[in-house]
């Protein structure tokens, strides 16, 4: 059984905790909030028995070997560093970290903790519909690109409307549409088709300068990928992978709960399953495989397989913000 700590204790640390139980392979042992009633609510609710408002604390006393963290942006850097020392296995809420430098670093941490295993929790490239996207993919002939649509308003916004600046929507923070609901459409766009060789990111900007909205051009070298996200808007657009005549259909780039596969005489048929389950049990159960039995060989090359493309798509987000020159606070 992984013994599991967390860092954050929202909505999405709540969902990932769900997930885990249901997986049956984690318990949740230690929670750390800044605040220590919100440590105890969150503690009471999931039956874990500590809490911490200490970081030092948690990570010298907490009885746990793995860590969730999900705490606002700008933090995963520090946290995972503190954690990774403690030697404790460590999965990071999306986007794990700010940009290439922070990211070298952590890989570079990881080498001297051999021991210690880091995972991106991006939960879509993890479900069964996104294998099957995968599969047959390779059976189209003939690729000509695709759009990738996520976009989502959020409550938050609201808060941005009456002049204060949630964290989501902070500089300060890194925060943005690109760094929430935009990591899943770059996630998307590496799992299916790799690097791009050229790229290029037009932000709608809000009054805290960070990007709304926006649509980003990643170039291959037959193709382009379109991606679309919002967090001040809604769409309820499909994502859509380009054949010739015949194309794959996602109800959306982030869930990614059904998938159809269009002919070429525009008949539709659902491949796949379509999924009510919790959206982050996949890779909850993804993380305990490897987590568990680190040594096969399979596991293995999953592993290496999803650090690399964090990497990636670390690489990818930090190059889209820099075409539309938006910097985080300390960069």
Known sequence: MINLGIIGTNWITQQFVEAARESGDYTLNAVYSRHIETAKQFAKKNNAKEVFDDLDQFFTEGTFDTLYVASPNSIHFEQAKQAIIHKKNLIVEKPAFMNPKQMNEIIDLLKQYPDVLYFEAARNIHTSNFHVIQEKLHELPTVQGAQFTYSKYSSRYDKVLEGEEPNVFSLNFAGGALQDLGVYTVYDAI???????????????????VDGKGTAVLGYEKFNVI?????????????EIYGLKDLIQLDDAGEIQQVNYVNDVGESFMIGEKSNKNPMLPEAKDFARIINDPEDSSNQKDYRRWLDLSVDVNNVLFKLRQSAHIMFKGE
């Open 191 to 209: 799992g299916l088709f790799g690097k791009p060789k050229e790229l290029v990111y037009y932000p709608q900007l809000v009054r805290t300068g």
């Open 227 to 239: 991606l679309n996200f919002s967090k001040i808007s809604n769409s309820y657009t499909t994502s």
